[in-house]
Structures are given as structure tokens and as C-alpha cells.
């Protein structure tokens, strides 16, 4: 195993005043696997996170003089470095982590993107203030409006922009269903240890059930499976009790 | 439960009983279902509800997209997933995730993206089942939309170029259909002995790759040296649709017929292609006969370069 730099450092946008839902949830996962990984690393708030990433999206670290963003790259860089959460599983588990991974980012992260860039009333009220925030008029309503375009065209590509809210939270129901009933009453996905499959889980419900939107109903969804409320808290006290939580 | 319902959506070919991704997991899942279902293949599209396929129609309910149709069908107590554990209905939905995101890209590339396979295959089939003059519009529409997808959901950076974007969604594609045999393992459906809803996605996404004969081939290689994925695709064919494979068997026979006479006219062009090449050279002004041994040589080397450039 190589030896993991003291200076690491990942970097998402401003805490309190920028980043999104989606964004934190993501950043949220990527933490909570490198603390299950026991690597070090510090969280560096800057607000064009955005466009220092390789990939365009958040988070990315810097490691050494490589930076790497999004879970699934970074899962594979810290592999090579020597540290692996999935090495225990064997081969029909690990086809049923990349599937469950797969269906949290196909069904929560895209709810996610579609309430907080196609439901009108978090776009104008959460969205567009939070989004260009760092920025001087007009240029944070320019990029809010951009940003907005590029989600919508995604949306309208993958068939997500005929659903109505409710729909959406009809999806989101049925994926923690799944997850819950996959979960069990286990303490990790996979029996005693955690994999990243936990940390993006994690990441994902963390974020809904302490962000506060509009109204509840996302978080009242994932509110309705007690597993994966405790899920969430277990996590939370094993991972991330000693560090400063802002 | 007593309406009947009918189902809209592309026909079939090459012993499938349709070309279409998300139609064939509709018909697989009424046929494990036992649902009764009239299926209409269009010859025309100006019939269809909408533009979108596959469509079930159950006395005034227009359904559209698959899901919909199989909690439809679930609801009027069709229902195949019934033996299935919550946690194994949870494993359903991920798989189905995962086919989605990973193989359902490198398909529609291969359908419709892939300039050989869409312009010798794909479009001149498509168009031939749509009415004119929509033909001429139909194919590259849903021809603009596979390759907005794809871009959109796999093209950011770092991958900026379409070739760089095809290698990524094929090794993802690969990985996928290796993913979907260690899990398949030796047992004859995903979960047990009765095929059920991912089996009918599963069917419906491999069942196109592995039978339609593209030029350029590259995922249905990968899938046949998975024989178990074979083998759960022949299954399927042979055990739930084989009223329909046999009475299209000498429509197939004849379409085997047709694509040996293509071949055959496809090889004999080829060879004439040759021949006229070789004419050329030696009749090319740059060989003067005064350098005869040099022209041996030459010409040896000049007749391997018109053959390794004719291969595909």
C-alpha cells in the first residue's frame, strides 16, 4: 500500500451558502468512504469547485499531485493505492453492489437534480439564491439559468421530464423500498463491513433527511424506513463523531 | 381483468419476435405473466397512439413507457415477480438500474449510432415498417435521440470525443453482461426456476444483441462467449415464444435465403472489386516493364496492400 499524503484534500463548494442538495450528498458519500477507508483528508470549501474539477463535477480530491473527482473514479484511485473496502466479497456480491450503486444514482441523484432544478417553486426559492451566491449580478443569474438548461436537456434525454413531483417521490419511495429491504435488518449492506455501497448510501439519505427544502416530503419518504434511519445514525456516530459537523 | 388489451410496438425478425428493446421485455413479461395479450406489430405508424412504442391499449387506458405497462399488468393481477422475496424485488430493481445505465447506452450505439450497422440495417428496417413519408423522418429522429442520450448522460469530461465516449460505454457494456452471467451462474432464470420481471428486461435487452446481424459486431462476440446468457436467451425464445418462432420459421427460412444471396452478391462484388484493382495495376504507368525482377517484388507487395485494405 502506498502511503496516503498527510495533505489530501477535498474540495466541494461553500458550505453554508452554495452548495446544492445533490452536490452535498455526493461530497457527503466520497468523505464518509474515505473515513470507512481510514485515509485522512481535509474538506476545503471553495466556490468555483465546480470548474477545478476534471470531470465538471463535485467533489474531487487532491491527492499528491493527482485529482480525481466523483465516487466512482476515486473508489478505483484509492484501489490502486492499496486500500479496498469490496476485496472480501465475492463475485455475485460485488454485481450487486455496482447494481445497487447504479440504481441509488439512477433513481436518488436524479430525483434529486429534478427537484432542485425542474420543480419551479425549490428553483426560485432554493436554487437559483444558492447557486450563483459567490458570484456578482448578473453573472450568478447567468449561471444559474445555464446550469438549469444543461439539467433540463438530461432530463428531457433520459425521459424524466414528463414525471410530475409526484412521480418522482413515487421513484424515490420505491428505491429506499429496495434499499431498505436489501439493508434488512443487517448493520451494513453486506453484513459486518462497510463498502462504498454504505458510503454512497450514506451520503444520499444523510443529506435528504437533514436538508431543509420547501416541504418535507423527500425526507418524510426516507422517514418511513426506520433501517435506514438508524443506518444513518450509525454511520454518522461511527464515522463522523470527533469531527466538526457545520 | 376480462378487457382485452392490446399491445402496439415493432415487429420482429431474425427468430425474435420483435427488434425493439423495451417492446420485447413487454411481450416476455406477458408471456410469463400468462397475461392475454393481442400484440399488433406495426406496419404503419400513423396507427399508433402516440409516437412512442410500445403502447397497451385496454378498452380507453393508453399506457406508454414499460414500466407503466408491467404495473398495469400487475395490477389486473398479472403478476410474475408473486414468489419473489422483498429482498430479491429489491435485487430486481437494481439490476434493472444497472442495465439502463450500462448496457442500454452500447445497444442503442449499436442500433443506431454505428454508421454501418444503421445505414445497412437499422434504417432501411425501420423505414420499411413506417408509412411514407414518415419513413424518411422516423428513423433519423430516433436515430437523433439515441446519440443525444448517450452524449448527454456519458459525454462530459474527460471523455470529449465520441470515439473516446463509444470505448467507455462498450467496456462498460462488457463489464455488464459479465456482471449479468457470474450472477445468472448456472441456475436457469435470475431467481430460481420461474423467469419473472428482470428476466423479461434482461431478455428484452440481450435478446436484440445477441440475434440481429449487425456488420460491426463487437458486443454480440463478447455476449457469445457468455454461453449461460445464450443459453437463458434460447430458453426464452424457444419455451415462451415458440408458437411465434414456428410460424415465422419459413418467413425466417426465406430471410436466411435472402441474406445468403446478399452475402454471395456482397462476396462476388468484392471479388470483382478485386480483380479490377489488379487490372489497374498492372496496367498503371508507374511499373515499366523494364524492371522486371523489381516488378515481382513490387507487385507482390503491391497485390497484399488492395487485400488488407479490402478486409474489414
Known sequence: AEPWPENAALYQQLKEEQILLSDNASSLAVQAFLQMCNLPIRVICRANAEYMSPSGKVPFIHVGNQVVSELGPIVQFVKAKGHSLSDGLDEVQKAEMKAYMELVNNMLLTAELYLQWCDDVTVEEITYPRYGSPYPWPLNRILSYQKQWEVRRKMKAIGWAGKTLEQVLEDVDQCCHALSQRLGTQPYFFNKQPTELDALVFGHLFTILTTQLITDELSEKVKNYSNLTAFCRRIEQQYFEGHEKD | ?312
Open chain 2, 1 to 312: 381483468m376480462a378487457a382485452p388489451m392490446e399491445l402496439s410496438c415493432w415487429g420482429g425478425d431474425w427468430g425474435l419476435p420483435s427488434l425493439h428493446p423495451e417492446s420485447l421485455t413487454v411481450m416476455a413479461y406477458a408471456k410469463f405473466s400468462g397475461a392475454p395479450l393481442t400484440v399488433n406489430t406495426i406496419n404503419n405508424l400513423w396507427r399508433a397512439p402516440k409516437g412512442d412504442l410500445p403502447v397497451l391499449v385496454s378498452q380507453d387506458i393508453v399506457i406508454s413507457q414499460p414500466a407503466k405497462i408491467l404495473n398495469f399488468l400487475r395490477r389486473q393481477k398479472y403478476n410474475a415477480d408473486y414468489d419473489l422475496s422483498a429482498k430479491q424485488g429489491a435485487d430486481t430493481l437494481a439490476y434493472i438500474a444497472l442495465l439502463e445505465e450500462k448496457l442500454l447506452p452500447a445497444l442503442l450505439h449499436t442500433f443506431w449510432i454505428e454508421a454501418e450497422n444503421y445505414c445497412s440495417v437499422t434504417k432501411p428496417w425501420f423505414a420499411s415498417r413506417i408509412a411514407f413519408p414518415l419513413s424518411l423522418y422516423l428513423p433519423g429522429k430516433m436515430s437523433r435521440e439515441a446519440l443525444n442520450r448517450i452524449l448527454l448522460t456519458k459525454g462530459g469530461p474527460p471523455l470529449y470525443t465520441l470515439t473516446e465516449v463509444e470505448a467507455q460505454i462498450y467496456r462498460d457494456a462488457k463489464e455488464c453482461l459479465n456482471l449479468l452471467s457470474k450472477r445468472l451462474g448456472t441456475s436457469q432464470f435470475f431467481f430460481g426456476d420461474t423467469p419473472t420481471t428482470l428476466d423479461a428486461f434482461v431478455f428484452g435487452f440481450l435478446a436484440p444483441i445477441y440475434k440481429v446481424c449487425f456488420p460491426r459486431v463487437q458486443l454480440q462476440e463478447h455476449l457469445k462467449q457468455l454461453p449461460n446468457l445464450c443459453r437463458f436467451c434460447d430458453d426464452i425464445l424457444t419455451c415462451y415464444f415458440r408458437l411465434t418462432v414456428s410460424g415465422h420459421s419459413p418467413a425466417g427460412q426465406d430471410t436466411a435465403d435472402a441474406n445468403l444471396q446478399k452475402l454471395t452478391q456482397l462476396v462476388n462484388k468484392e471479388s470483382n472489386l478485386i480483380e479490377k484493382m489488379d487490372d489497374n495495376l498492372r496496367k498503371s504507368p508507374q511499373h515499366p516493364p523494364r524492371k522486371l525482377t523489381t516488378l515481382k517484388l513490387a507487385a507482390g507487395g503491391e497485390e497484399s496492400s488492395p487485400m488488407s485494405r479490402l478486409s474489414p
